[in-house]
């Protein structure tokens, strides 16, 4: 791995292994109840049109077992069955209250997602087991070249790795302006949805987290660093979200 991107890593993990360590796990038990609709409101509603975009570049086929690393409340699975409703879909992610929202909601909808509450760093299944694994909206808060070389491990060679996530624009002033808009609506949506302790004490983590994290292209170099092959990264909205898709050799 290029020293640039490890020494990032080092960095990431230095100022922000506390707050991974201790407080992530009670910001999501915080917000997990109102976790989806505070999401729609903090994008302006642009949430579910990114979202369908994002699935729309998932390739799937019947009977295909998939992967939802960092499932939270079960969007991804929920929506990917929807589409192809013949799916073997897990779920890994380390909070108990997001998992079990992501149950009932699945549930809700008549669609079984085999759940496992585990730290993502380490994955419970064997390798080479995944047809498709996606990660949305959760590898700022994660070790990127440990958790990504473990997806590399559980995917079938000619798998796919779909990734998603809020990225740090490449271009200056959408990232001033975007920093902005997130500390402002950060502060409105804490006090509307009346957030607790862990979660406003977060709120300038959230940001920082976006700080020192990857652009679109970083991100594309790491997997292709990684040994994926015919990595794909598109950006959305001035490069604060990108799509990437990466095929295990
Ligand atoms: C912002 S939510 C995204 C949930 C879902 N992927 C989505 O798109 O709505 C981030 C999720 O990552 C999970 N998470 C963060 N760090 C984790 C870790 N080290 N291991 C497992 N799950 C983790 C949190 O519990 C939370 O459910």
């Not at 086929?61 to 969007?75: E, R, W």
């Not at 070389?149 to 060679?157: A, D, F, M, N, T």
């Not at 020192?212 to 790491?222: K, V």
């Amino acid at each position: 791995m290029n020293s640039e991107y490890s020494k990032k890593e080092t960095a990431r993990l230095r100022a922000f292994k506390t707050i991974w360590a201790n407080d992530i796990d009670n910001v999501f038990s915080d917000v997990a109840s109102y976790y989806d609709r505070v999401n729609i409101f903090a994008s302006l509603g642009l949430l579910n049109r990114i979202r369908q975009q994002f699935i729309s570049t998932i390739d799937i086929q019947p009977s295909h077992k998939v992967l939802d690393v960092c499932a939270g409340t079960n969007i991804i699975g929920i929506e990917l069955l929807k589409k192809q409703p013949d799916l073997d879909i897990y779920a890994v992610d380390r909070s108990v209250a997001m998992q079990e929202v992501g149950k009932t909601r699945a549930s809700q909808h008549g669609f079984k997602i085999n759940g496992f509450i585990c730290d993502v760093h380490t994955l419970p299944f064997p390798d080479n087991y995944f047809d498709v694994v996606t990660l949305q909206y959760a590898t700022r808060h994660l070790r990127v070249i440990d958790v990504f070389s473990e997806i590399s491990r559980v995917l079938k060679p000619g798998g796919h790795f779909y990734h998603c996530d809020m990225l740090r624009p490449a271009n200056k002033i959408i990232e001033r302006s975007y920093y902005l808009f997130l500390k402002t609506s950060l502060a409105l949506l804490s006090r509307a949805f009346r957030s607790g302790t862990a979660a406003i004490n977060c709120q300038d983590y959230f940001i920082d987290a976006i700080r020192l994290f990857y652009s679109t292209e970083e991100l594309s170099r790491i997997l292709s660093e990684l040994g994926f092959a015919d990595v794909i990264g598109n950006s959305v909205l001035g490069g604060t979200v990108a799509f990437h898709k990466a095929c295990k050799v």
